[in-house]
């Protein structure tokens, strides 16, 4: 492709400033975080409008320009990362930023697709509501990567996946036409809910450029422990005990190991060990309530009382302001960060049913072991809806190269575990190019039949972030 004359082209359209052209512009928008893939590109583009994204997208079509929708660019699948072969263009959402409308009283927020998920976060908390979803990189995230992924967070136990959060979207079809769903209904039955095909479609359906999201009361009494257990079927047992007395209350259940605790230690700031002793496994148990007047602490101390006569925790810490509770999660939220600092990590995104999960553990554990002696497991995340992030650490002083070589067949060997189980080999990060292939492992030949379907009827010539999921 030669960019030149459409770069001429796409200026007139979104601004010089806005078609990026130099390697140095262009760097932060060409590497993923985990440093898995470095793409080529001929252009960034950066539209600031629905109708700017339609006209570029429109051009590419008519063209037969390959587009890659990028947001925030903390994807970890490499869905967001233009192709080596250079004939990519990138389209970034962060001009894409503005609150279109705010509702507290219908519990509603509407905003573009480049807005932060943080930002979205304090919108919601400036009228006492609450956005639940939460991600460790919810700093720099950008809400319509979220929805294109279908995150997940630390709040799905209580509140649902992204696909639970949103109500109406604004789409950019890879034609350019503009769909206009943004709406805010609770209920609309009315045939095929077409936005449920963009939420989790990683982009290669059509551009999200804006969402009604749901919206919640803001809890008014909060309450967290940290809590040291000796195994993951002890942690199930006081997830059961937690589940089955608060209820809808219980809004965070996070399971760590012990290694994953001292990575966070050694390598994230202000981390500092919430308990006295050490312990094999953690878990990070929060309550909340929409009540000022409701004996949450009081809940939170029963619950953790039973275990205790159970002889299921070891230990247990209560945090004492909010401080404190943002002190615990720092360390959840820190875990997956710190694990650069100990050298190479194969990566797992996993689902088990929540009453597997302590198995899966057992089993998936001692196979990575067998399989490279003095590797360093660090399985953690949401016990409550059976999302692990099996993560797996290099040997201490062993080759980073050598050891990221093994990719293939240590996830071969944790994924034929999650097979067993009847689990999915992709919890919250969606495929991108990092699972493409694995898809018909999982997949029935029917229901990889169904989705080219869609993507042809959708995306004809194939331009729109192709060669990611399919």
């Not at 939420?199 to 909060?222: C, D, H, N, V, W």
């Not at 967290?224 to 809808?248: E, T, W, Y």
Request: charged share 20%; hydrophobic share 40%.
């Amino acid at each position: 492709m030669e960019p030149s004359p459409h770069a001429e082209r796409f200026a007139e359209m979104i601004g010089a400033a806005n078609v990026l052209t130099t390697a140095e512009d262009q760097a932060p928008f060409l590497t993923e975080w985990r440093d898995l893939y470095k793409g080529v590109t001929p252009m960034v583009l950066r539209p600031g409008s629905t109708e700017e994204v339609s006209a570029v997208v429109r051009y590419a079509y008519e063209n037969d320009l390959k587009v890659v929708p990028q947001g925030g660019n903390t994807g970890l699948v490499g869905g967001q990362i233009p192709q080596e072969s250079g004939d990519e263009i990138v389209l970034s959402l962060t001009r894409m930023n503005k609150v279109r409308a705010v509702d507290p009283d219908g519990f509603t927020l509407t905003v573009e697709s480049g807005v932060i998920l943080e930002t979205v976060q304090n919108e919601a908390e400036k009228v006492d509501r609450l956005f639940p979803l939460s991600l460790g990189a919810q700093g720099s995230c950008q809400i319509g990567g979220n929805i294109s992924t279908n995150a997940g967070g630390t709040a799905v136990l209580a509140y649902g996946n992204t696909r639970d959060l949103v109500l109406g979207l604004e789409v950019v079809l890879p034609t350019g036409e503009i769909w206009n769903g943004l709406r805010t209904l609770r209920k609309d039955n009315t045939g095929y809910d077409l936005k449920q095909l963009f939420i989790g479609g990683e982009g290669t359906l059509g551009i999200i450029t804006a969402a009604s999201l749901k919206l919640f009361p803001k809890p008014k009494k909060l309450e967290a422990a940290f809590i040291g257990l000796a195994n993951p079927h002890a942690a199930l047992k006081v997830f059961s005990m937690a589940k089955a007395q608060a209820g809808p209350l219980l809004t965070g259940f996070e399971i760590m190991p012990r290694v994953g605790v001292q990575f966070c230690l050694d390598h994230l700031d202000g981390a500092r060990d919430p308990l006295e002793g050490e312990h094999a496994w953690y878990v990070l148990m929060e309550l909340s309530s929409g009540s000022e007047v409701f004996p949450v602490r009081d809940l939170m101390e029963g619950i953790l009382g039973e275990a205790f006569e159970a002889e299921l925790v070891e230990d247990a810490a209560f945090a004492q302001n909010l401080t404190q509770v943002q002190d615990f999660w720092h360390i959840r939220h820190g875990m997956s960060e710190v694990q650069k600092a100990e050298g190479g990590s194969i990566k797992h995104d996993v689902s088990i049913p929540v009453a597997s999960v302590p198995d899966f553990l057992d089993e998936a554990i001692a196979a990575v072991e067998a399989f490279v002696p003095g590797c360093r497991p660090v399985p953690f995340g949401h016990l409550g809806d059976g999302n692990i992030h099996f993560n797996v650490s290099q040997p201490v002083g062993a080759d980073k190269e050598s050891y990221l070589a093994k990719w293939d067949e240590m996830n071969a060997i944790v994924h034929g575990i999650v097979a067993d189980f009847s689990g999915s080999i992709s919890a919250e990060h969606g495929i991108g190019r990092l699972k493409k292939d694995l898809l018909r492992d999982v997949k029935s030949e029917i229901e990889l039949d169904l989705m080219r379907r869609i993507k042809s009827a959708f995306d004809p010539k194939n331009l729109m972030n192709p060669g990611r999921v399919l």
